[in-house]
């Protein structure tokens, strides 16, 4: 696991190692997330072992709603909602796997534009353990553990905020899964 600053040349060794199918632990707009290129399977299988986790089910982070529809297929109530909300703390149910944001976080957007694909952006915790707003409480959790992140974006410690609201659109109507940040 190694550590690194999220200046240019941080965000320069991290994107490398996304374009190889790493994960990656980096701060988001909430808390540090883990991730890697969202539709990758060795990727997807990574982040499953080292999160201790069973569940696929992943929140997307891109770069801009233009990067959003060009992976993703929106209705027009959805691009309202990521229009008005969008950056910032709304996820949007769009499959049965997802759930896509563009976070107010420069470091993620500049993530998903250079490696030019959303990132998944799960908390970089083991499952059950509380959300990381530091890389110290990530190494905390992790530096005993077989499974790890290839690297760490060190941004400093993040103020604690909500999770993002989590939205899925049925039937021309905006149904709230988990109510966070973003009142709807």
């Known amino acids: 696991m190694i550590i690194v600053k999220a200046d240019k040349s941080g ?13 990656v632990a980096y701060p988001t707009d909430t808390a540090y997330g883990l991730g890697g290129i969202f539709n990758s399977v ?3 299988k990574d982040i499953l072992r080292i999160k201790n986790r069973q569940d696929e089910k992943f929140t997307i982070v891109a770069s801009s709603l233009y990067q959003v529809k060009k992976f993703f297929r929106l209705n027009q109530i959805e691009i309202e909602l990521a229009k008005k909300f969008w950056p910032g703390p709304l996820s949007i149910v769009v499959s049965s796997r ?19 694909r959303p990132l998944i952006a799960t908390s970089a915790n083991i499952s059950g353990q509380q959300s990381p707003y530091s890389a110290q409480e990530i190494i905390d959790q992790f530096t005993d553990k077989k499974n790890q992140p290839a690297l760490i ?11 993002s609201t989590l939205v899925q659109v049925r039937a021309d109507k905006i149904e709230v899964l988990r109510q966070g940040a973003v009142k709807i």
Do not use: E, H, W, Y
Not at 13 to 23: C, I, M, P, T, W
Not at 105 to 116: D, P, Q, Y
Not at 153 to 163: C, E, M, S, V, Y
């Open 98 to 116: 997802f759930a896509v944001r563009v976070p107010n976080s420069k470091i993620a957007i500049a993530l998903c534009r250079r490696v030019g």
């Open 42 to 44: 060795k990727v997807t």
């Open 153 to 163: 974006l060190d941004a400093g410690r993040l103020k604690k905020i909500k999770t």
């Open 11 to 23: 965000i320069s060794s991290a994107v490398a190692r996304l374009k190889k199918g790493q994960v």
